[in-house]
């Protein structure tokens, strides 16, 4: 069965305090490897698109990483309006007419000041 | 511009009504998708629509009932829920459905069964 899974359920840091969240998956035909951000009451927000193992990609205080088995979201100096809901997504092969997703339950990241 | 728009922001109904929520993207996006998530839980996938057509069901109740009137709008038209069905739903495009393609989600609707 395939299956994303997320930890921390929850982590709390203090602003400046650098720490990683962990995606571990188990899934045939992955596509890619998504990462977002939610605000309580909205949207995800995208952040990241991983496709392969060894790859990396920033942007600002976040730096995502792949392997074959899991994905880190490395936080560096974070602040308080980092706050949020973290989710990564793993979308699979499911026809030949559509991909399909599967969520991990998240991580809940509090920064305080 | 990745801007997915949804209509109404909250919707309040009871069992018997009949309602739609709207939900609309100028990118170019050829899937569209419904999403049901609850407090707490992550993004449960509803439907899939690829090039208008529907690609995906997860097993939804036929309360549910989606339509796809052309490329741009994406609507979902709801009948006889029930409270459980009180949740945010959420739409989201990509430029194709391979599940390569970056899903951008729109803000959701909150929508509470009475």
């Known amino acids: 069965e395939d299956q994303v899974t997320q930890s921390p359920e929850a982590l709390r840091l203090q602003e400046g305090e650098s720490s990683s969240l962990n995606c571990s998956y188990t899934v045939s035909g992955l596509r890619g490897l998504f990462w977002y951000r939610q605000d309580p009451g909205k949207g995800p927000e995208f952040l990241f698109t991983l496709y392969s193992a060894g790859e990396e990609k920033e942007k600002e205080r976040l730096k995502a990483t792949l392997t074959k088995k899991e994905s880190f979201l490395h936080i560096t100096a974070p602040k308080p309006e980092d706050s949020a809901t973290y989710l990564c997504?793993?979308?699979?092969?499911?026809?030949?007419?559509?991909?399909?997703?599967?969520f991990g339950d998240g991580t809940t990241l509090t920064v305080k000041p | 511009d990745t801007e997915v728009t949804q209509t109404p922001k909250h919707l309040v109904m009871g069992m018997t009504n009949k309602k739609s929520l709207k939900c609309e993207q100028h990118m170019g996006h050829r899937a569209m998708y419904w999403y049901k998530q609850k407090a707490k839980k992550p993004p449960e996938l509803m439907f899939v629509?690829?090039?208008?057509?529907?690609?995906i069901n997860e097993s939804v109740p036929s309360r549910f009932s989606p339509e796809c009137p052309n490329s741009s709008l994406l609507n979902l038209h709801l009948h006889a829920l029930q409270p459980e069905d009180s949740a945010l739903y959420l739409c989201a495009s990509s430029q194709e459905s391979r599940g390569t393609d970056t899903q951008y989600f729109g803000p959701g609707t909150r929508l509470t069964v009475l």
């Open positions: 997504a793993a979308f699979l092969s499911y026809n030949t007419n559509a991909g399909k997703s599967t």
């Open positions: 629509y690829s090039y208008e057509k529907l690609s």
